[in-house]
């Protein structure tokens, strides 16, 4: 399930660090943390995007301009999402940076059909590793590499296992390869743009430092992986803001239905 929370913007032009997503984890965690019974407080199943608005570029980060803005959280546990969503709405005011949002609507993203071939857009950055104190931990991985889709790959069919998925059961589970659009990196490199970046991540409250990827990228592999990796996230570190995937040439304001009433959300 993915649901779209929308904010009121309550300081207009406030500003966030370009790179947001521990922002918005210790938020979360810390919502998770407060409302939350143990099976919930630190339930890694499920990924989140950035802040999305329109913004003004500075030197010290993103300015939101719009009247509002919103959040995509996504997981294959629906109650996990009514209550992540809920507890959301029971704040008032959240404060991310120097912005401050309110929450006002939730609406649900319809659920889309995926067949063993999918393009795909990164809306948070995906990240190989989480073994935060290797020595490789941050190396750059060519991602046309055999070595980056394996990573990928392997991390992946751990967090089905562990979320109680029989892999072994699905038809082809190891045909599994990544292809990132080429035209796009080599625009990229040729512009000196980068695709690639070290980002900061909180682990148990401790602040680190992971190095995530953003490009868009076509994925070869069974539906059931499809499916998985589009609810909950691709790579690791998903439930710290990373690895959140959409579809290419897809709008997907175009595909939600209301989800709840901003009521009954805070009631629940």
Do not use: W
Not at 110 to 122: A, G, S
Not at 137 to 165: C, V, W
């Amino acid at each position: 399930m993915r649901v779209r929370v929308t904010f009121r913007v309550n300081n207009r032009g406030g500003l966030v660090p370009f790179h947001h997503q521990y922002l918005i984890s210790e938020v979360f965690r810390d919502i998770l943390q407060r409302e939350s019974k143990d099976d919930l407080k630190d339930y890694p199943f499920f990924s989140f995007s950035g802040i999305k608005g329109q913004t003004r570029l500075s030197k010290a980060g993103l300015h939101y301009n719009s009247r509002r803005v919103t959040i995509v959280i996504s997981s294959l546990s629906a109650d996990f999402v009514e209550h992540l969503v809920g507890a959301i709405f029971r704040n008032k005011e959240i404060q991310l940076g120097a912005l401050n949002l309110t929450p006002e609507m939730a609406e649900e993203e319809l659920p889309v059909t995926l067949h063993r071939e999918t393009k795909f857009i990164c809306i948070s950055p995906i990240v190989t590793s989480d073994d935060f104190h290797s020595p490789e931990h941050k190396l750059f991985i060519e991602p046309s590499s055999n070595d980056f889709s394996d990573q990928l790959y392997d991390a992946t069919i751990t967090r089905m296992t562990e979320f109680g998925i029989d892999t072994d059961a699905i038809p082809e589970v190891h045909k599994f390869q990544l292809i990132p659009d080429e035209d796009y990196l080599d625009k990229l490199r040729a512009s000196n743009k980068k695709f690639s970046r070290i980002y900061p991540v909180y682990y148990q409250g401790e602040q680190l430092e992971a190095r995530g990827y953003t490009f868009p990228f076509t994925l070869f592999a069974a539906p059931e992986i499809q499916d998985f990796i589009f609810t909950c996230g691709l790579g690791t570190c998903c439930s710290m803001g990373f690895g959140m995937l959409d579809l290419v040439n897809s709008d997907p304001t175009e595909r939600t239905v209301p989800y709840k009433s901003a009521e009954s959300l805070v009631s629940t």
